[in-house]
Every structure is written in C-alpha cells, then in structure tokens.
C-alpha cells in the first residue's frame, strides 16, 4: 500500500526531506501515537500550510508545524504531560500581532510558559517590518512562519489569546480566553511596528503576572 506522503503532488528532492522529517517525528512519538497518525498530520500539514509554496523551506516549516500539532494533540488527549502553562496567540494572518505576542512571551516567561501562535487567514510570509522591530529586542522571528488555527492547539492552550480575528476560535470550556484590541500592523511603517510592539509587550506582562505565580519573578526584556 503506498505512504500518503507518497501521493502528494511534489518533486522527489523534497519528498525525500518529508521523509526524512516523518521518521524523525515517528521515533519522537512512538509510543504515543501510530505512524499511520504521524503520516497523516504531516500530510495535513504540506497542503495547509501557505508557505508550503516556498519550496526550499517546505520540509523544515513541514516538520515543525507537524511536530506542534502532534505534541498539542498528546497534550489535549494526556498521552503528553504539561509541566508549564500553554498560551496560544491568534490573529488573523499570524503575520505580525500574534508572532509578536509569542515572541515576546517567550523571551519575557523564560522557559516558564510555551507559547503557540496561529492564524485564522494566514499569510504567506511574515511581516518584515516585524522581523525587524522584533530583532531591535533581541527576538529573532525570521525563521517563523504564518500557520493555520487548527483544533488541537486550541484545545492544548490554558490561555488563548486572540486579536481581530472575531468569533473564528472555537470555545472549549475550562479555558482562558482573552481578546486584544491591538492595531494590526500590516499597512504600518517601522516605527508604527515598534509601537504595536510595546504595546504587546504591556500586555504579556500582565499575563504572565497572572500565568506565572508571583515568587517565579518573570525575567525583563
């Protein structure tokens, strides 16, 4: 019976990275899930994501959003433990607003929080004048890209974040949820970009104040 990675419509140089990836993610989750379900959410994955279309970075972006979405399924299942709190940022094209927030964050938790970050109408590339006003605080986001909301890093998160994306994130009970009315900074110069960046910044202090318990003092950008 041939692989599902098998059918999909790419050339044979990138297949045999996806295949490469899908044996790594196999040893990673064996145990925890089939290789049939590793096969499938890797398939989902290549023809989900928008940057998929930017063939040099396919298996890398391939590889690691397969990868989130597998461990965020372990965690909504309990077949993977949570040791810290999972926040989840949405914006609409996970461009700009909710890579801010996640890279914020997790140079803000330092390693006291994971953070997600989704987009319910991704774009194809992140936003360069976020790249760059992120890089003037030390945060590299270049090498991230715009991925799809998807059920299962929804239902992983404590927290979900949304910002201008409306009623599109499913509710599921016993979660957290907030919405930020924050300037999208798609049509904004460098220095509107920075001051959509602190603005961020404010906010994700106060939600790790509240996330992290007050004697684990939350390192300062």
Known sequence: MP?????????????????????????EFAGVFSAETIERFMVM?????????IQNFVP????????????ALGQSEG???????????????????????AGLTDQMAAGRVHVRSAGSDPADEINQN?????????IDIAQEFPKPMTDEVVKAADAVITMGCGDSCPIYPGKRYEDWEITDP????LDGVREVREEIRDRVTALLGELIPAQDSIAQA
Do not use: T, Y
Request: charged share 30%; proline share 2%; aromatic share 4%.
């Open 186 to 189: 798609a049509e904004l110069e």
């Open 130 to 138: 976020v790249v760059a006003a992120m890089a003037e605080v030390g």
């Open 3 to 27: 692989s599902q990675l098998s059918e999909l419509d790419v050339d044979l140089a990138i297949r045999g990275h996806l295949e490469k990836g899908l044996e790594s993610l196999k040893d």
């Open 60 to 71: 890398l972006f391939v590889h690691r959003f397969a990868r989130e979405r597998l461990r």
């Open 45 to 53: 994955c290549v023809e989900q994501l928008p940057a998929a279309r």
């Open 79 to 101: 077949s993977i433990s949570k040791d810290i709190p999972e926040v989840l940022f949405v914006c609409v094209q996970n461009a700009g607003r909710s890579q801010m927030a």
